[in-house]
């Protein structure tokens, strides 16, 4: 090919380019939602004199053109493979790779929250829980079963359990490290597999002076597939997806979830959102500030409250086939003098806090 | 707006290419020039006026200049209007706040917004008045041209510097062909990608370091050669691109930079780093001040002179000033013998010597104060007490290997002069693959843009 081929080549593909991907842009509806990312995407920007002349709305369009940018998904790919492959480098905003599965870095160690999140504990136990068997767990995100082997910077989970016990008030700690592996986790996803917890579950209801006598086999399996968590999108790279298993069996089957927000009862599991937003909504509905589990099957004259995040959500299915009620608290989305207002806790035996080591280590978020 | 952005790449550049080709000729600068004011009230709304303002103090001291018998009066007027306003917008607050520990007193700060490019474009429009004055440049009577010249986006907040007889026969005349835009689409497409690529993440290391509560000695050699890395890609990548874009619109921008780390001396690096800087002060102060045909002492003082200035004009705090001078110093003693006794010395060593002076000056230049420059120094040599490495330290050098390793060979001309060997045999070859590659770089680089909200522009602060 000549020079002036070449030049003539090179300055039409330029203006296809840029000339095209300018008309698609504008032509194109905006989107809402990016599932991918799981958030709301920036719509046009308002447009006044105002905004305007204070230049805020360019700084808003610029956010505006990043998230309605034509096959965002894809660029969003070219950008991970160029990092992995090309620049040879370890992770992609945060999100890293190890033999298929997606992690995401958490690091470094914030002493003054995990501290912090004892504290509200604490704090909680003064409030509502005098009386009561109080214990308290810590989940381990998966980062702990691959981080600090593979070359990444990990936190130090031993450290998470001394600080915690070191501040933790008249709570009983049950470890459940040593019940997990990689395996428990989902691959895309940063929650653990229900299907496989039911050495955690045991250890913790033993732990809490009820049978822990779960058996896989008393439990039917249903599948939902292809699941893709929430790191697959954050990944923006074709990893193959998960399988989403939901336990059930009688007992189950005849259990209550009662949203305080809605006053509605519904079925554990929700499976019409499945393929949403968070596929691991699945589990009790989602992210939710207060629910109940009412089992009927059971008459043993226990009762648990759960403070918990979502990890929470695929758990407590397992510990409501030993307790006649449990209730489920997020400290995230409720303050603790609302608490009150909506549960009785002298009603209730047992209580249990079991955040994962993340959302220790970010303890600000916690009410 | 900066190039590196959605909004340039796929929302203005192209809305100007269609109306720039569109129009006629006579209407060409007319829409460079409305373009230029819109690409900069985005970053500036408020600011475009004294854009205008300045353009249309040059535009008029031309004119007054062309008319004077006397030139000296006008041109004197025109660098008090220029210096005036720079020193007002970007200075005031530093000889404040130093009178303010000086005297004691409590003057307060005006904390005035820097205007983006202020700097570049003021040593432009002096550009133009000095050769004006000189009589190396003809009045421009039209202000449309002349602002257009000012204001032209590709260099309007970046640079290169460029001077008004570098572009003063392209103003009124110019050739539009598809060699001019196809070799400024591939200096634009290249230094978008040394921009968005490597410069943009290693500012990421930057940015971990600096909120880094794990910071080791080793760290801190790392975050320094990588900001050494990534101040030149991040600025010669922009250069490349202003000249790319002009070049799509027919305008030839001089040179910037000539693969600066590749010198076997100081006095060689700035011959390679932000030459029509280097040249604009050799020009425009050195010489008159009389340059090196003067007496020994007021040759170190045109020395020192030009280096307070360059460190000045790049930032108002004191370790720009440190920056620059250490410069003067350094290129004082090797005019007096450092240069005679490095040429004795093995070719490895003479880079070693260059870039440890470079990386340990571009540690000065990143720091926020005087302060800060003994707090990293002292960090960088342990001093401090810092531990020597630690997993984080390991961890972010294998993140960051790769990208540093590319870096430090993109450097040097080794690939310019393995393309060129390459042309000389398989010229139709690359011919066809050039094209691909771009477009391949174009759209990464796109991807980048659009998955990340990480990415800021160095020398927006000049």
Known sequence: MKDRTRNIIQTVGFLVLVIGIMIVNICLPDTELSVSERRKLKQFPLFNADTVTSGRFFTEFEDYALDQFVLRDTFRSFKALGRFNLLMQKDNNDIYLVDGSVYKLEYPLKPNMIVGAANKYNAMADMYLEGLNLYYTIVPDKNMFVAEKNGYPSLDYALIEKLMAENVKDMTYIGIYDKLTLDDYYRTDIH??????????????????AEGNLKKEDFTAHTLSPFYGSYYGQSALAVKPDVLTYLTNDILDGCTLHDYQTGKDSPLYATELFGGMDSYDVFLSGAKALLSVTNPAVNNGKSLVVFRDSFGSSLVPLLAMEYEKVTLVDMRYIFPNMIGEYIDFSEYTDVLFMYNSIVLNNSAMLR | MIFSSVSFLYYFLPAVIILYFAVPKRAKNLVLLIASLFFYFVGEPIYVLLMIGSSLSGYLHGLWIGAAKNKRLPVASSVIVGIGLLGFFKYSDFFISNINSLVGSDIGLLKLALPIGISFYTFQILSYTFDVGRGRADVQKNFVDFAAYVALF??????????????????????????????????????????????????????????????TVLFCWLAAIAYTLQIYFDFSGYSDMAIGLGRMFGFRFPENFDHP????????????????????????????????????????????VVWFLTGFWHGAEWNFIVWGLLFGVLLLLEKLFLAKLLDRLPRFVRHIYVMFIIVISFVIFDASGMSQVITKLSDLFGISGLAFSNAITIYQLKNYAFVILIGAIGSTPLMPWLVEKLRDRFGKVLNVIEPVFLAALLLLVTGYLVDGSFNPFLYFRF
């Open chain 2, 154 to 215: 590709p260099q309007l907040i970046a640079g290169p510097i460029v001077r008004y007889t570098d572009i003063e026969r392209e103003l009124k005349t110019r050739t539009h062909s598809f060699e001019n835009f196809g070799l400024g689409v591939r200096r634009f497409v290249l230094g978008l990608g040394k921009k968005v690529l490597i410069a943009n993440t290693l500012a990421e290391l930057g940015q971990t370091f600096l909120y880094s509560d794990e910071k």
């Open chain 1, 192 to 209: 653990w597999a229900q299907e496989n917890l039911f050495g955690v579950a045991n250890h913790l209801l033993s732990s809490m002076g």
């Open chain 2, 261 to 304: 780390f590749v010198s076997k001396s100081i006095t060689e690096f700035w011959r390679r780093w932000h030459m029509t800087l280097g040249s604009w002060f050799r020009d425009y102060v050195y010489i008159p001040l009389g340059g090196n045909r003067v007496s020994k002492l007021k040759w170190v003082r045109n020395i020192f």
